[in-house]
């Protein structure tokens, strides 16, 4: 039963403070970003030029003897892997390094963000399994690995900006 006097509670808290900091262990450091957008640009720059190059960049020069003196040589590229390698590594790091204000909402933003991006990636694969055949599934499949991270970080940036456009105009009423 409550006392008549019990009008508020007061928490008082000595010593040791009572904050909680939020553990991130997970996340890159904030100033990674910028190395993620250096890397995805020069991924796709990559990409791009090799798509209109006839021969390839990076070449590994396999010397094989096929008895005898006469030595075959078996070039195999690996353009499609250092390009790919790229546009992940900085994908990576441009969504999951930190904000510079690492707080709950961040974190909830980023979760709800991430949920919208596994359902649309799931959703592309899904018209791919249906819409193509042979070796066009696995291209298909292979760019569908990236559709997660896109989608995440248009989501989540896209977010932040509502957020912050938000605050912006409460702060100026």
């Given at each position: 039963m409550s006392n008549i006097f019990?009008?508020?509670k007061a928490c008082f808290t000595f010593g040791k403070s009572n904050f909680t900091?939020?553990?991130?262990?997970?996340l890159f450091p904030h100033r990674w970003r910028t190395l993620g957008y250096v890397l995805f640009i020069i991924g796709i720059i990559?990409?791009?030029y090799s798509q209109q190059a006839d021969k390839e960049i990076?070449?590994?020069h396999n010397f094989r003897s096929t008895g005898g003196s006469i030595y075959n040589s078996i070039d195999e590229g690996f353009d499609n892997e250092i390009q790919l390698a790229l546009v992940t590594v900085g994908l990576l790091l441009i969504a999951f390094a930190k904000e510079k204000i690492e707080d709950e909402q961040i974190v909830q933003l980023r979760l709800e963000s991430l949920q919208w991006a596994?359902?649309?990636n799931?959703?592309?694969?899904?018209?791919?399994i249906f819409a193509a055949y042979g070796l066009a599934f696995f291209s298909y499949a292979m760019f569908n690995v990236l559709t997660l991270l896109l989608v995440f970080i248009i989501r989540f940036r896209y977010t932040?900006?509502?957020l912050n456009k938000a605050g912006k105009e409460i702060d100026l009423a």
């Amino acid at each position: 039963m409550s006392n008549i006097f019990d009008i508020g509670k007061a928490c008082f808290t000595f010593g040791k403070s009572n904050f909680t900091i939020m553990k991130t262990k997970l996340l890159f450091p904030h100033r990674w970003r910028t190395l993620g957008y250096v890397l995805f640009i020069i991924g796709i720059i990559f990409f791009i030029y090799s798509q209109q190059a006839d021969k390839e960049i990076f070449v590994w020069h396999n010397f094989r003897s096929t008895g005898g003196s006469i030595y075959n040589s078996i070039d195999e590229g690996f353009d499609n892997e250092i390009q790919l390698a790229l546009v992940t590594v900085g994908l990576l790091l441009i969504a999951f390094a930190k904000e510079k204000i690492e707080d709950e909402q961040i974190v909830q933003l980023r979760l709800e963000s991430l949920q919208w991006a596994v359902y649309a990636n799931y959703a592309v694969f899904m018209v791919i399994i249906f819409a193509a055949y042979g070796l066009a599934f696995f291209s298909y499949a292979m760019f569908n690995v990236l559709t997660l991270l896109l989608v995440f970080i248009i989501r989540f940036r896209y977010t932040i900006y509502k957020l912050n456009k938000a605050g912006k105009e409460i702060d100026l009423a």
